[in-house]
């Protein structure tokens, strides 16, 4: 089975400079028959990009979106606006939860989903709750929810919130789902922050299914990692013989040259444009 992800938009411009970019993340996924578009970015403008990349926004079979955060669902009220065929949207069950920010000096401030269910009703929207840990959509296609910890060093952002009635509580991104596609090379891991922390994500999958993992692509969220968690988190890759690492979004630039100076030829920066096959 090919499997073809386009990055349809991120943090950083395409390598032509042609394409639209911006904090956030969408991938345009094609695999075994099937068309997932993953994470819609924070405004829209991937669908501007899709055009650009000849990638149809109307055959879409899925819209998975990893977590319920602005600059990964911020863009999926224009694809519905723009769509003439809608694909059914996955995400996890606590999705909808009202996500904040503590602000430095403004209290907190609203970073969630620009919609709620009564859109998805509005609009006649197929909506998929993952509860469990593992789901399968297809043969080779799989998502995966409710994450163990399994490392010390993964520490979760302490200025993040749910809003539960009138009570801020600390977020721990329950609501977080990754998606793997099962290749003829291994199994290839697709991730949008990695809130929870990306070994943690890893790890957990590999209790669930006795596949090897031969590529992570996405978010991985070391941006505010120091040198000692991004060490260890190379050594968890090494460890798992994780033959691509091509990551996107939220990895920072220090995430970004630590890993590519470990792994070399195994590491792939994920612009805005990039087209893998595997």
Known sequence: MELQITTLIENNPSDDGQLLFEHGLSLYIEADEKKILFDTGQSGDFIKNAKALNKNINDLDFCFISHGHYDHSGGFEKLVSEAGKLPTLIAGEEFFKPKYKMADTHGYKFNGNSFDEEFILKNQISLRKVKEEMVYLTEHIMVFHHFMKHTDYEKRNNRFFIKENTKYIP????????????????????????????????????????????????????????????????????????????????????????????????????????????
């Open 171 to 278: 977020d721990d991104f329950e609501d977080e789902i990754s998606l793997g596609i099962v290749t003829e090379r291994g199994l290839v891991v697709i991730v949008g922050c990695s809130h929870v922390g990306i070994v943690n994500i890893l790890k957990t999958i590999s209790e669930n299914v006795d596949i090897p993992i031969y590529a992570v692509i996405g978010g991985t969220h070391l941006i505010e990692a120091d040198e000692a968690r991004v060490q260890k988190t190379v050594d968890a890759f090494k460890e798992m013989k994780i033959q691509l690492i091509a990551v996107s979004h939220c990895t920072g630039e220090e995430g970004i040259r630590l890993i590519r100076q470990e792994l070399k030829e195994k590491f792939l920066y994920n612009n805005t444009g990039r087209v893998i096959q595997i």
